[in-house]
């Protein structure tokens, strides 16, 4: 049944790199064991093995950020932890000039700038922290995407709405409006025909 | 011979020290010695260094209760009157009458099932990295479970519904070797620090029969059955082990390698190419899916003894073993 699911779930792919062909097959020859299941067997590398294959990326590719333009530094986090909060090095920091970021567009940079001037210092750095793992591993890669997530906020643009969108939402409200208060007549005559008025 | 046996007696006495209570010793067997605690003491925080120099030894002499004297006689240790001298106390868990803690809680399925469920034994970061830098595992070999129980870094108990050994991340800032490891589960940041360091993480299924084998191969040779094919994972577990986000076994090498740059670009390192590496033929050394052992097929027959190898030549059981 697992065999069946797994040969379901196996298609042929193009092996590119030599890491990956050297995974899949074994460098000595005859005397290695290769039962049906083996890697080479679920995964055929191409003929044509230098075709690039054609990537069908649901989502775009995460920013690149090169690690050299950035500066980065490790300090003692804060808050309760006894003796290990006072001794490891855990909070991670990154500073990088933003001015002067090729790797960021240039309109990007300066809607950057004034999003968020309370993180700018007056030599022009950009700096962002975290401390909120107890990896040093971890707050950097935390860091990494809270500066993707700045330069995706920055790149969105407003959302146009069109002439009709607007009137129709408008429309719409007062409809609804209209129908709340046609039944709010409706409900107040049934509770005023339950009223028994002796003049 | 100096003289009669008085007469050496009385020399020792006068050339020994003193005797006193550090100098003697009860006749071997007429205490009986007692484990006290099977822990060491931790070191407190904020009290010093001191405390971790004291020595708490395992083992203590007791002394046996005799029914004289201050502290074994007259009541005895019995207390007075009521159901405690007269050992007619209630059951255990009762309380006077009132609906005990273990009846008056509701049940709810937080066992349920405890003994179906795959256990896997932490391997953190900062063990491995003690067990290399001690030499106990050594990390121009592949590591594999083998290696980590006859290093008795981990103890896998297959019988205890253990599927193996997960990486941890814990020490993952510290750890520092470049390594070619094999487990069964590994969280992502372990994945990171060991690919960080140029090494090479498997996860791969073992199923409760091969793990046992794996753990003790020793006293598995000496049954003299030829070893079993590795049997492939559990419908729930293929998906993981089909993952290339989770370096599995059966993962498309091609994703793999692609998975091992976006960890690079996640985590913001830059990742060593392991192709110009001396060690590469050591690091992208695996097993098939189907062997339990590095350089032993499935089929073969070890014996110890006579230090050969029994390959099986019959057709059938070539094409089952192969399978």
């Known amino acids: ?199 | 011979m100096s003289g009669n046996g008085a007469n050496r007696a009385l020399e020792l006495l006068r050339s020994l020290p003193r005797v006193s209570l550090a100098n003697l010793r009860p006749n071997p067997g007429s205490k009986k010695r007692v484990r006290r605690c099977t822990k060491k003491k931790n070191v407190m925080p904020g009290t010093g260094l001191w405390n971790s120099y004291l020595n708490v030894s395992l083992f203590v002499l007791k002394e046996r209760r005799r029914g004289r004297g201050r502290y074994g006689g007259r009541k005895c240790g019995r207390g007075h009157k009521g159901e405690r001298q007269r050992g007619n106390r209630p059951r255990l868990g009762f309380e006077g009458g009132q609906t005990p803690f273990y009846l008056a809680i509701p049940k709810y399925g937080f066992n349920e099932g405890h003994s179906l469920r795959r256990q896997y034994q932490p391997l953190s970061l900062q063990r491995l990295q003690y067990l290399i830098d001690l030499g106990r595992v050594d990390p121009t070999q592949p590591i594999d479970l083998t290696q980590l129980t006859n290093a008795r870094g981990v103890t896998v108990q297959p019988l205890k519904r253990d599927y193996g050994v997960q990486l941890v991340e814990e020490g993952a800032d510290i750890f520092a070797a470049k390594v070619n490891i094999e487990v069964q589960r590994a969280s992502e940041l372990a994945i990171a620090a060991i690919e960080k360091n140029g090494g090479v993480v498997t996860t791969s299924f073992y199923d409760p029969r091969s793990l046992e084998i794996l753990c003790k191969p020793v006293v598995f040779f000496l049954r003299g059955k030829p070893i079993p094919k590795r049997m492939l994972p559990p419908e729930d577990l293929v998906r993981y082990y089909t993952d290339p986000r989770n370096r599995g076994y059966l993962a498309d090498p091609s994703k793999v390698a692609e998975a091992r740059l976006e960890l690079a670009k996640k985590y913001g390192y830059v990742l060593p190419d392991i192709t110009k590496d001396e060690l590469f033929k050591m690091l992208s050394a695996r097993k098939d899916p189907r062997q339990i052992f590095f350089g032993l097929a499935p089929g073969w027959i070890v014996n110890l003894a006579d230090k050969k190898i029994l390959k099986p030549t019959d057709e059938s059981l070539l094409k089952y073993y192969s399978s």
Not at chain 1, 54 to 71: F, G, N, S, V, Y
């Open chain 1, 1 to 199: 049944m697992a065999a069946h699911m797994l040969r379901s779930l196996c298609r042929p792919r193009p092996g590119l790199a030599l890491l990956c062909a050297r995974f899949s097959q074994r460098a000595a020859a005859g005397t290695e064991y290769r039962s049906s299941h083996s890697l080479d067997k679920l995964y055929p590398p191409r003929q044509d093995g230098t075709a690039t294959r054609t990537t069908e990326e649901p989502q775009p590719p995460a920013l690149d950020i090169p690690m050299d333009r950035l500066t980065v530094s490790y300090s003692r986090s804060s808050g309760p932890g006894g003796q290990n909060v006072n001794k490891v090095n855990s909070k991670a920091e990154i500073r990088f000039h933003l001015a002067s970021a090729d790797w960021i567009p240039e309109a990007v940079r300066q809607k950057m700038a004034l999003m968020h001037t309370n993180k700018i210092n007056r030599a022009g750095e950009l700096i962002v922290t975290s401390e909120e793992s107890r990896y040093q591993m971890r707050n950097l890669a935390i860091c990494l995407e809270k500066i993707r997530t700045m330069v995706t906020e920055a790149i969105e643009k407003p959302k146009v709405v069109s002439k009709e969108t607007t009137q129709k939402l408008i429309e719409r409200v007062e409809k609804m409006n209209r129908e709340r208060l046609r039944q709010k007549k409706i409900h107040s005559t049934i509770k005023q025909s339950r009223k028994a008025d002796f003049d």
